[in-house]
Each structure stands twice: as C-alpha cells, then as structure tokens.
C-alpha cells in the first residue's frame, strides 16, 4: 500500500537525515559500485546484487536512470557510467527529498562530498543544509598521531574533541564503539591514571583506538562536550561482534550519565525493539533504524519500523539513511523510511487505531522534528 | 479483522488475569496518571500519551468515559476525573470482564485495592474472584526488616513465605529476580554456610534483597513451597538490564528443578520466542506477554501473539494484563489479548489451517483453562 | 495466498534437503510417535498434538493418509497403524518431491533407513539421490572408545574422520557443538599440548565429548577436512543453552578460518536475523531454517523465512527438512518451504518489488541450486 493523506504528507515532508557519510565524487566501475552495495564483500559467485539491497536498487533506482524497472546489473552500470558521478548524484540525492543532512565526517576512504557539497547536490524545491557529526574515535586518532605523551593524552584528545565541536555547522559527536569493544564495558568514568596507563599501552602497541579504558574515556568525554552522541549499534560489517552490541548491554552506563546528553542509537537491528525498550525507559534515549532500511529494502522496512516502534514513544524516533559512497542509499533509505512508515501510520488510520491529525503529527515528527528538537536545528534547517 | 466465531467466543469468555495488582483508589492528577501510563517517567516534552499505549488509550478508553475515539489528552483527564475513581475504576474493569484476578500484593507504591476489592469492582454478569500471588522478595524484606540473625534467616525466610502462602486464597509465588539480579546465577541450591555468609552482608549493607546468593536461595525456597512461581522476565522499568533477564538463561535452574513446580514466565518480550521455546522443551514452564500487550496496543498484539506461540504448546499460553494503579490497563490488557489471539486463531480458520473446535478450544485454553489447571482453580473460580 | 507462478515453479522443483536424519522403520504406537512429533517429552495432559507441529500434521498430513484434514489424533494414528510404517514413509516422502537428501547419519537412537533406503523410499517422478554427512563428535566418541591414550588422540581423531568423509557419498561434516558447549569458545586452534590434556580428562571422566578444548578441536579438524561444515544453532531440545548458540558468538572463529571451508547454519531460530547477519558479511557463511519450519508450521513459515532473508544474499540461503524420525516432517517440511517460501517471493513480484524471472531463479537458488554449489553436487543429484 502506498497511497493515502500519511503517504502524501510524507512525500511532501523534507526529511532532516541524522547521520549520514559522503558521496563517492570518482566514476565507480563494477567492482567498487558492488563494494559499496554491501557490508559483506565482493564473492566469487555471489553478485551483490543478488541481495535485498541490489534488487531494491534494480528495481527503484533503475528508473531514476531512465530505465526499466528490474533492470539488469550490468545495463544499470553502464547506464550510471554514462551519466556519471555527477549526475547521478544529483537525481538520486534530490529524489530523497532531504532538507538537512547530518553528516558523520570521521569515515572516507574513498574521495567523498563535504557536507556543504553534499547538500549542494541534493536541494531540491530548496537547498538542502548540511550540519557535521564528530566522529571521536578519529579525534583521538588523530591525538595520539601527534605524538602526544600518555600523561597528557586526556587532555590533549579533550582539548582537540572541543576544538572540533566548536567549529561551525557541527551539532553532535559520534563514536564507534561498537566497533572497537562491543558494549560489555565498566560503565564508570575511568581515572586519570587508568586513562595514562592505557595511553601508553596505545603508545606501544600502535593501532587503532580499542582499548577499552580509553573508550570508555571516549564516551565520558562525549558526555563533557555536550552535544548528542550517535552511537553504532547493531547491524555493520563483519568487524562487529553482533552480540556484544546489543544496545541494552549500555544501560548501567545510561543509570550513570542520565540527565547529561542525549544518546542516539543509530541501526540498531536485529536489537530494534532492545532499542525500543531503552527509548520507552530512559529520557536521554532515541533510536533510528537507518543503515538498516536500505538493506533490507522496502519489502520488509515496514516490518523492522513496525518492532522499532513496538513501544518506543513517538518523540523518539528519527529518521537516518546512514548512506555512504552510493548516491543510491539515500534515495532508497528516504523511500523505505517514507513508505515503511507511512505504510504502518496510514494502516492504523484505516483501522480507526490512530485519528489522521496524530498520523500526521508522527510522521512530522519522525521525518524531521524530532531531530530538529534534539539537535536544536533551527526550522527549515 | 474483529470479527467471526473465535472473537464472539473470546467476548464472551470470562478471562483468568493470573498476574495483575492492585489499581489506584485516589484520583489522580496529569502528572499522576502519565506517571503510571508508562515504564519510563514523565519528561519535559515526551508525553507518556504520545506512545503506543497513550495512543491506546485515547483510541479505546475514551469511548468507555463517553468521549470521541482518539480524545484529546486533556478532554480524557477532565472527564475521569469527573467521574471520579470509583466509576472510572469500574467501568473498566467491567469492560475486561476477568472472572477471576490473581493478585500480586507485594508491588503497591500507592493506595490500591485489595484483591477482593479489586474483583468487587469488576463483578460483570457475575461475580469476580480474587486469589492473591505472593511477592517472596517482600516476604525476605519483612523478615529482614524484623531483624533476624544471618544463621537464622534461612529458617525464619521460609517459616514467614510457609505462613504467607497458607493464608486463603493464595495460589502462587513471585519473584522479581530479574531486577535484583538477572537470572546468571549459579543454578545450585546455595548451602546454609552461603546463606548465612550472605544474609550477614546483608544485615550490613541494608538495602532491598539483591544478593546473588540470597535470590538463589529465594527461588529454592520456592520450590520448597510447592506452588507455581511465577518469575517477571523481560521488558519492564529501567531497573532492568534487559540482556539479563533473557529467560533462556534460566535453562540450568529449569533443569535442576524438573519435576517440582511450575514455573511462569510473566511479560517475557522481547524474548518471547525464547520463553516459547523453554516452554516446548521444559514440561513446567509456562508463559504470558502480559504487560507487553497493552504496552504495545492493540495494533501490535497480535505480532506477539504469533511469536509467542510460535512453537508453544497450546497448553502453556495464559492471559494476565500484569496492569497495576490505572484500570485503563485491566481494559485495554484483555481487548489486546481478545482482538490479537481472536485475530491470530480466526485467520488460520479462515485459511483451513485450523479447525474451529480447535480454534474454540485453543482461546478457551489460554484464556482462562491453561490458568484454572496449573492454579488448581475451580471452576468458574 | 497459495497460487501464482513462482508456487508452481516451487511445486516442480525437485528440492535439495541438505540436513535431514533417517526415517523410523518399526511401526509406532501413540507414545513412539508423540515423542518424536517434539523437542521436548510427552508430558500428563499436554499432548504433542496440541503444539503448532501437531495441529499441521493433522491439517497436511492427514489427507496423504485419505483422512479428512484435521482429523482427529486417534484416528490419525490409528490410519497410520493401518497402514503401516512403508507405505506411511512412502506417502510423505514422496509427497516431500525431493531429490536430493544429505543424511546426518550420527544420530540413530531408534532403527532408522540408511540414506539409500530413505532416497528408495523418497523417488517419485524419478529417483532419488542420498549423500552422507558424517558427525564428527560420533567420530570422536568411536575414537574414545577404542582405548586411545591421550597423546594419540588428535592423530587417531584426524585419521578416523578423514576415513570417514573419504567413504563414498560423504559430502559434508556436521557438528553438535551447540549441544556441547555452546560457542562461547576460544576460537583459536588449540595447541597439542592443550589437547592431549584435555584428552586424558575425557578419558578419566567419560561421558560424551563436552570438553571445551576437544570441541574446539574438532572444529578446528573440520577446517582441515576440507568439506562444507553443517553446525547446528538456536533451537533444539532442552540439553540447548539457547543463550549460547546464537550464532554471532561464532564471528571469532569465522574470522579465524575465513578463506577455508563453508560453514552450514543449521536451523537458526530464534537468531534468523544474526544468523542472516553473518551470512551478508563472510563469504563462507550459509544458513537455513530446517527444524523450525516443520514445527512452527505453515502459518509462521513465511514470516521466519522473511526475517532470514531480511539480508541475506539470496545464495546463501539453503532448504533442509532436519527431518528425524517420522515420515511426516519431511513432507511438512517441504510443503512449509514451498508454501513460505513462494507466498514471500510471489507477494514480492505482484507489488513489483522482484521481478518474476528474478524470484524463479532466487526459488531455484533457495530451494536446489545453493545447496549444488556448495556441496558441489552433480546436476540432477
């Protein structure tokens, strides 16, 4: 179903996208476009397009290529070729109809947009605003890349952490713990000594920032900045332990930094209704399912939004792509969050379950005031 | 869907609630009531109204208060407290049309009914019954709180639970391990040198019980009482760590105690699927998704209604709204159970996947007769 | 919904069932049969039949038995009694339209078929075909048995299993780690050192291989085989820890021998979701929903199907009964296949989500095709 009042005010609604990445700007041939597609790999046998994701993509963005719907890998590739980075860009990044992009810069390894290129390229019936997320992990990488002495690592990466919340345009922090230790962490601040100990582990032992004291340095240190904390959870690549991300394994931590700033939980699948419960029980906590809408395509986001507001109160809902790379995902993570939720709103309405004016309030909502509210963006920013 | 032979037979069965409380006797304010409405607190700008349950609430409550389906939130709290408590508290409680209420006395934070006047409030076409559910952990704080030795607690804990069940009209034992610890404990029976080691911490500490090794000997005792325990898993405030209470990991305990007393998983959601499976594989386990059904509303019941009988034994599904201070929970609580499980069993008689006789017999069974047969209740009791 | 192109497309395809056990051969009386209808026992007054397995037997099993659909239990077995346990296991076997069985032949407690009486057994347009999947702790335990001293136990292993996969037909290892461990485990290979220890512990205490060193081990073993790898995760019978094989708690392991051999997830239930996880993220990873589709049955088929596909790339995933015992499951379990299956990726195709070349070619995949590849089986075996 894809019709109705919830459906046409979403449509028309400018989604504010609270935590994406950059758009690949270099021509992508086969290989690097199917890298993209995937949180897997490219496999002998096993096209990424033969997922949820790449027959979501053959079957809604082959049209805004000006072709067939379902068409085939390889007539969309050379159709994108065609057009190029530019172009293609700009069709699918319009066609998401987002007014504000949030933007997680601390991950590029491919030539990617700036924010303020990003949202260039997307505005549409007006331009489209870019605002920057933190990300603290490379803060501190770049900290301890300067050489700085384990004595002094705390208030270096602090000091650096404010230097980059303070530049403009910047609304919220990031981190990836997730990735680096999972969830199962002392949930207490560490001390002084503890953190100079584990800086000079760091120091010795090179690498990236995984170190479990100094993660949970990271976070405290979130909790001084100020601003919101995107957090990872759930659903990545195969650098995750799923099980140790289970956002529920965070709640001593929430106990301890309650009344401080707001935690955004970013994915979340298969953990979405764990999410949920953290949402309903803790004044500090919302939830998106982005990354997750795309991949698993408008087929099933009605089902994973359906879980994700299981009880989750309707303030705390945001909207996210978490599109990184393919101009694709943010039109395709726009179009499963517009039809997924409008879908579940539109059912409930027809069931007389829910009036159309609170229908239509929640959509508002989810689409953008809610992140408007947290991240104090100004209307129409 | 609300309609056919399933949902006529469910309105017209007398429910068996077998975990519910007490509900609130005085009027309540806003701030009262939306305290109550939900398992997080009231925040500045997140009405406890705007979640599934509020929406619930307004969608289904108000009609019975004389008002519009989907009232205004105001509208709705000018009009209960016209009514006053006595008549809100009734007409809801009529509306759930309970024959028979088990009662959890140990959880009463406010001035609530008692069971027997809880079931006097909600005598429909015939009188209701009250039985009364021991809270043990209440039991363990009294007998503390009198000041017992360490190496006489064992003795005077269970002297005290043998005296509370032997009271009339008990017919059931709880425990809230899973906020006082989770359920990763040591499944063993704790010796009397460890419970008089522990009772002793205790007596220092103060505090309510939340040893590891005094729940365990909590739950023992239990089993010594004879009677069914029910056990609160999953989903409830955030004193829970929701990864903890997972009642899978009750499996040892469930193995040491075969063959003694039933044993019921109360709420269980988000690990319904995981409560259905200890209850096809462990012959006294028995399950409910009380409190998730009004939390999640009407829209949703279903969705864990299926889970939760996904591979359950039909005889191992029971009713209980687990609604405590708001009668609005009694109501909304049995519609949910009535509408989902009616919905549930009439589409698979629909689509010849069921019989009727069984699909009678089957909401028969998990409305009321699963409780009647492991609470010895007698008929029409 | 039953009808359309990619059901009958389904209903031809001669499927590959990659995990299933031999059938019974000696008649069964309402005890044999209700024991084996469960994962859990017969217990007073809860009888197997009133489970979502037993109520699908009595509605798709019974007319392959010229009985009315929902036939009564009693008469159901009395029929089947009549008929007697061939022509039963013919009827379903043949009515199941598979080609192919891969034959866990490690677990036997009754006097089941040898894979090529089950595939005699089976034939229906044309015959069909039975591989061996050998069961290593089976290895093991025959190892153990034969009086090995501690230090030649990993050689006496090794030479035994490689004796066994060499046997002709032999297309995959299994192993019931879930059962003994759970995956909790150190994922590195253990040291010979570490193994003889553990050896000599086996041997001076017994009992079945649980040690979490010679678990290990074995897994390790199973690297150096070379074959595909079938582990059994999630649901099973009461001796499962259903906290500890989730299979994401594997990422370590996979990890470690990444680039080595396949690694068959085996039923999944309740993980679908991380098992699909794993599946998008490491190449060597499959699963299937064998077990869990007989017993949550036609109506809940569809809906576990659609959360293991949520990302799952469409070659990776697999069709198997797990069928044991009774004639009966291999039938329902592929009828719920089928059925679930073909109503996910018709439904697909009249929204205009998939194409219907695209859903018969994923049918093909799911059903026959993956399970080819992998295994590298021979067209038309």
Not at 32 to 59: K, N, Y
Not at 126 to 132: F, K, Q, S, Y
Not at 271 to 292: I, M, N
Request: charged share 25%; proline share 7%.
């Amino acid at each position: 179903m894809t019709g109705g009042p919830v459906h046409e005010a979403l449509a028309e609604l400018d989604l504010v996208d609270h935590h994406c990445h950059g758009v690949v700007l270099d021509p992508l041939d086969r290989p690097a476009f199917e890298a993209l597609l995937t949180e897997g790999d490219r496999w002998p046998g096993v096209s990424p397009f033969d997922t949820p994701a790449g027959v979501a993509v053959r079957r809604h963005c082959a049209p805004l290529l000006d072709l067939e719907r379902h068409a085939p890998a390889d007539v969309y590739l050379a159709r994108r070729a065609e057009l190029g980075p530019r172009e293609v860009n700009r069709r699918f990044l319009t066609a998401a109809r987002t007014g504000v992009f949030c933007v997680d810069t601390g991950f590029a390894p491919h030539r990617v947009t700036t924010p303020a290129e990003l949202a260039g390229a997307a505005g549409a019936r007006r331009p489209a605003v870019a605002h920057e997320v933190v990300r603290l992990e490379a803060v501190a990488e770049d900290v301890a890349a300067r050489g700085v002495e384990p004595d002094g690592y705390a208030d270096a990466f602090r000091a650096a952490a404010l230097d980059a919340v303070r530049r403009p345009g910047v609304v919220a922090v990031k981190s990836v713990a997730a990735y680096r230790t999972g969830f199962d962490l002392d949930p207490a601040r560490p001390t002084d000594a503890e953190v100079t100990r584990a800086a000079r582990r760091w120091r010795a032992d090179g690498g990236r920032l995984a170190d479990p004291v100094l993660v949970r340095h990271l976070l405290w240190t979130a909790v001084d900045l100020g601003l919101p904390l995107q957090l990872h959870t759930g659903f990545g690549d195969n650098d995750i332990r799923l099980h140790r991300v289970d956002p529920s394994r965070l709640t001593d931590w929430l106990h301890l930094t309650a009344g401080t700033i707001p935690v955004m939980l970013l994915h979340c699948w298969p953990y979405q209704r764990q999410a949920a419960y953290l949402a309903a029980v803790f004044e500090q906590v919302y939830l998106d399912v982005g990354l997750t809408l795309h991949h698993v395509g408008p087929p099933r986001a009605r089902a994973v939004l359906e879980e994700a507001l299981e009880i989750t109160p309707f303030r705390k809902l945001l909207y996210s792509s978490d599109a990184y790379g393919v101009a694709e995902f943010y039109g395709l993570g726009a179009l499963a969050f517009r039809r997924g939720l409008g879908d579940l709103l539109q059912d409930r309405v027809d069931a007389d379950e829910l009036s159309l004016p609170d229908a239509l309030r929640l959509a508002r909502w989810a689409g953008a005031d809610n992140a408007r509210r947290v991240y104090r963006l100004p209307d129409g920013h």
